[in-house]
């Protein structure tokens, strides 16, 4: 588990699952996964904001759940 990860130089992308109005956003750091098994998450209207740091099955499942929830 990685405490206190440096995510200055993070690159941010915004997931396809969030609203399009701007309600409901959150980003992810894709590279940053890929390079430490570690998935950033963080709300899009609060980027200074805390961070979520996911395992890798732990994404899937979030993933996963956002696929199967009915707006």
Do not use: Q
């Not at 992308?13 to 956003?25: I, L």
């Not at 899009?44 to 994404?59: E, I, R």
């Amino acid at each position: 588990m990685i405490n206190n990860p440096d995510l200055g130089a993070v690159d941010w992308v915004r997931s396809s699952y969030s609203g399009p109005n701007g309600g409901e956003c959150i980003e992810w750091a894709p590279s940053y996964a890929s390079a430490h098994g570690i998935v950033p998450v963080r709300d899009s209207k609060h980027p200074t904001g805390p961070v979520l740091t996911l395992s890798t099955h732990a994404f899937a499942g979030l993933v996963a759940l956002a696929r199967s929830t009915e707006l």
